[in-house]
């Protein structure tokens, strides 16, 4: 690594680019080689440019991060990665890291964290902020959902019924109260309206906006 840490930002909100364009520019030891709003285009920059420290938002119109970071490590395996997301859902910090992501941040970052995040990223260490790492601990030893778990858990979240639950996953009724039965216990709920909530705030299914 140069003595500048080059950085490349794929995010695709123009306003959050902006922002983290800004708090960079402020420094001298890190800079923006390079930016990119869609998932395609990033990877293609990143592939061209190599940078230090690649900062990826966490979802795209045409994409989701968490299932594209295989592709990047592919690519670069000791490429440094950290994700930046939305808010700080457990499950998805726990897959970004997983797969390799040194860093996981939210947008509401203050740019001091962020210039941090980078460094200590760029050095190969890994970075989460006090707030993510509480949120992990928290949840350490909780069983994990099952694949068929997940799916009936995004269905509920999605509002749909037990009867249509079943119908569109051609099951009986009771084989999935019997899932949700099992996705309450699992994620300490008791009811649709929290599980929702939860599933929500830690990221246990996928919101596309």
């Known amino acids: 690594m140069s003595d500048t840490i080059t950085t490349l930002v794929i995010e695709s909100h123009s306003l959050t680019r902006l922002g983290i364009k800004t708090a960079i520019n402020a420094t001298s030891d890190i800079a923006v080689v390079g930016e990119s709003d869609s998932a395609s285009d990033g990877f293609s920059r990143f592939v061209e440019m190599s940078p230090d420290v690649t900062i990826l938002g966490l979802r795209f119109p045409d994409s989701c991060t968490i299932d594209d970071l295989d592709n990047y490590f592919i690519e670069r395996p000791k490429a440094?990665?950290?994700v930046l997301a939305d808010h700080a859902g457990d499950a998805e910090i726990s897959r970004a890291l997983t797969k390799g992501a040194l860093g996981y941040i939210c947008k509401d970052v203050s740019a001091e964290e962020l210039l941090t995040a980078i460094r200590v990223v760029a050095g190969g260490n890994k970075?989460?902020?006090n707030d993510i790492a509480q949120i992990l601990s928290e949840n350490i030893g909780?069983?994990?959902l099952t694949p068929a778990e997940s799916n009936v858990l995004?269905?509920?979240v999605g509002g749909m019924s037990n009867k249509e639950i079943a119908f569109a996953l051609d099951v009986s009724e009771?084989?999935?109260k019997s899932h949700?039965?099992?996705i309450f216990g699992k994620i300490g709920v008791s009811d649709r309206t929290s599980a929702t909530m939860t599933a929500i705030k830690r990221g246990l299914v996928r919101i596309d906006i």
Do not use: W
Request: glycine residues 0%.
């Open 80 to 82: 440094k990665i950290i």
């Open 127 to 129: 970075y989460i902020p």
């Open 142 to 144: 909780k069983e994990e």
């Open 154 to 156: 995004r269905m509920v």
């Open 174 to 176: 009771n084989t999935i």
């Open 180 to 182: 949700i039965q099992n």
